[in-house]
């Protein structure tokens, strides 16, 4: 790509527009798999640059961008759709309108960048050859997206694919940039721990599932404390547990999801391993039984160092030295 200060300029200029696609997506959130009304927001915005696009699956979105210099590599931009299950508290003028919704994690934000990127990009079609596609990717935060992409021949012929990721810990108009190993790899499980209801009174004839959940929550820590390397990032978090029917009877069942962050697929497949075993050795130890299932979200993210290089002086030459981290620390944010 030739000009990159061309295209800054370009984007400066778009600052109003973008702001206000921004707080559009905002006030109208909607969560994975469930992004009807924001696939039409976008699919209206390529319309009117006049960008070919076509679905992948309901609410997933690919946009395509040849330069009219020729033939020539194919990369692709991605920016992922979704919200969060969350009630927004904000005094805001674009706070969010769906109850309980809300983009708390700044797909709204990223939406309105690579829409931006593909306004300008259309128009400087003639500073470039080969193509550029557009990837508006739905569900990032319960996973799967990216395989229906691939099955659909989305990826095919691209050569890189970049993609960013608002940084609450970096200040406002820093670039943070690592080579190789970047996020961690994210699955979900959920257990299932069946027990025996009785009366409070009579613990003795049930088979307490709430209490075999509360020592199974307890327990999946010594997984990252006591059974793997303390030099080695490992997460176990367990988000949400229910159980029970009512304040005076052993509870017959509970329920908890929770998620693991790894490095490696080696550890991946370790810690579902342990997960499973204590789980089960748990609820057996006082009665009852756990079923464990376990979701993949997303593989680590692996940056190519040669293509991080390439962003890095990009980054450098048009915002300068001091306001690009080279060698961001390690996240295990997926």
């Known amino acids: 790509m030739e000009h990159p200060k061309l295209l800054l300029a370009q984007a400066q200029e778009l600052k109003e527009e973008l702001v206000a696609t921004r707080r559009h997506l ?3 959130p909607e969560l994975s798999d469930m992004e009807f009304e924001t696939a039409l927001f976008i699919e209206r915005k390529l319309d009117e640059y006049d960008i070919p696009h ?3 699956g309901d609410t997933g979105i690919v946009g395509i961008i040849r330069g009219v210099k020729g033939d020539g590599d194919t990369i692709a931009l991605r920016a992922d759709i979704d919200a969060l299950p969350i009630t927004e508290k904000s005094s805001a003028s674009y706070v969010s309108e769906h109850e309980g919704v809300m983009h708390a994690c700044g797909h709204d934000a990223h939406t309105a960048c690579l829409l931006a990127a593909a ?3 259309q128009n400087s079609r003639d500073l470039f050859r080969g193509e550029v ?6 569900a990032e935060e319960t996973g799967g997206a990216p395989k229906r992409f691939v099955e659909n021949g989305a990826i095919e012929g691209v050569s890189s694919i970049f993609g960013l990721h608002c940084a609450p810990d970096l200040p406002v108009g820093v670039i943070g ?3 190789g190993l970047n996020n961690a790899a994210v699955d979900r499980f959920r257990i299932e721990i069946l027990g025996k209801s009785s009366h409070a009174s009579t613990p003795h004839l049930g088979v307490d599932a709430l209490y075999i959940a509360s020592q199974t929550t307890v327990a999946l820590q010594a997984i990252v404390t006591r059974l793997s390397s303390p030099i080695e990032p490992l997460l176990i978090g367990v988000g949400k547990m229910s159980s029970g029917t009512i304040y005076n009877a052993v509870a017959a069942d509970a329920f908890l999801e929770g998620t693991t962050r790894t490095i490696n697929q080696k550890a ?3 810690i579902r391993q342990e997960i499973e075993k204590i789980a089960c050795e748990c609820a057996a130890s006082f009665g009852g039984i756990a079923k464990v299932a376990f979701t993949e979200v997303t593989s680590a993210l692996i940056n190519d160092p040669a293509i991080n290089a390439m962003a890095t002086r990009t980054a450098v030459s048009l915002f300068g030295k001091d306001r690009v ?9 997926g």
């Open 325 to 333: 981290i080279s060698n961001r620390a390690l996240s295990l944010n």
């Open 54 to 56: 076509r679905r992948i």
């Open 268 to 270: 991946r497949l370790f």
């Open 177 to 179: 940039l690592k080579p």
């Open 119 to 121: 306004r300008i990009l």
């Open 133 to 138: 596609r557009l990837f508006f990717q739905p």
């Open 26 to 28: 905002h006030q109208h």
